[in-house]
């Protein structure tokens, strides 16, 4: 099957700073990949959608000046958290569409 | 996002038993369902999809039953094992068809030994 991987797997930072997470389709071409985020014990929630070659479409809710997306080629797109806070400690997981979705490991982060 | 931030329901069931794991979904409109399996800390793993136009389908071990009248999915995992303790999500694909997918609120099975 189609295999999808992120990177890191888990971080730790600083209130304040800015964390980059990458999201790769490992041996497929994706134009679309979505990025989630999920709170303890609750269930994922879209963020945005992320296209190849154009800006990303954001969920009701979600800032898309904090949560900057960048889908640069076919087989990588970036959420970067800019100036993160303790409330954005989550686990973000991203899926690259091949037919159908297939998701990531997922990314734990913990902001201090 | 739109999916419901409610905490998860836990199914106990004794290992050997039949599991029914049961999901509402909110858009009547939605053409294609899919269920999720996540293990603790991992990403979601794809289980077993239905289109709109059907109403079961079988996989092994596995069987989705849909009932658009209630807006209504459900899973039935044969023959429980240890190894198929998780969380499980249903999730919609709601128009227009975008591969957006708005996930379920999900429901922790324990399997008991």
């Known amino acids: 099957g189609a295999v999808v991987s992120q990177h890191p797997s888990r971080v730790i930072c600083k209130s304040g700073t800015s964390v980059k997470i990458e999201c790769r389709s490992l041996d497929f071409q994706a134009t679309t990949m979505f990025w989630y985020r999920q709170f303890p014990k609750q269930s994922l929630m879209l963020m945005a959608t992320s296209n190849e070659g154009s800006k990303a479409t954001y969920e009701q809710g979600v800032e898309k000046d904090k949560f900057l997306i960048n889908h640069a080629s076919l087989t990588l797109s970036t959420l970067t958290v800019t100036s993160a806070h303790p409330e954005d400690s989550s686990f973000y997981i991203c899926?690259?569409?091949?037919?159908?979705?297939?998701f990531g490991p997922g990314t734990r982060l913990t902001v201090l | 996002g739109e999916s419901v931030g409610l905490h998860l329901p836990t199914l106990s069931v004794q290992e050997g038993d039949n599991s029914i794991i049961n999901c509402a979904y909110s858009n009547s409109a939605s053409d294609y369902f899919i269920w999720y399996k996540q293990e603790s800390g991992k990403g979601p793993q794809f289980i077993i999809d239905i289109r709109s136009n059907m109403d079961k389908r079988q996989g092994q071990r596995v069987t989705v039953l849909l009932n658009k009248t209630v807006k209504h999915l459900s899973l039935q995992i044969a023959a429980t094992q240890p190894g198929d303790s998780a969380v499980y999500f249903c999730?919609?694909?709601?128009?227009?068809?975008?591969?957006?997918?708005?996930f379920g609120q999900g429901t922790t099975l324990q399997v008991k030994p």
């Open positions: 899926s690259a569409v091949y037919n159908e979705q297939f």
């Open positions: 999730a919609e694909r709601p128009p227009p068809n975008t591969g957006k997918l708005i």
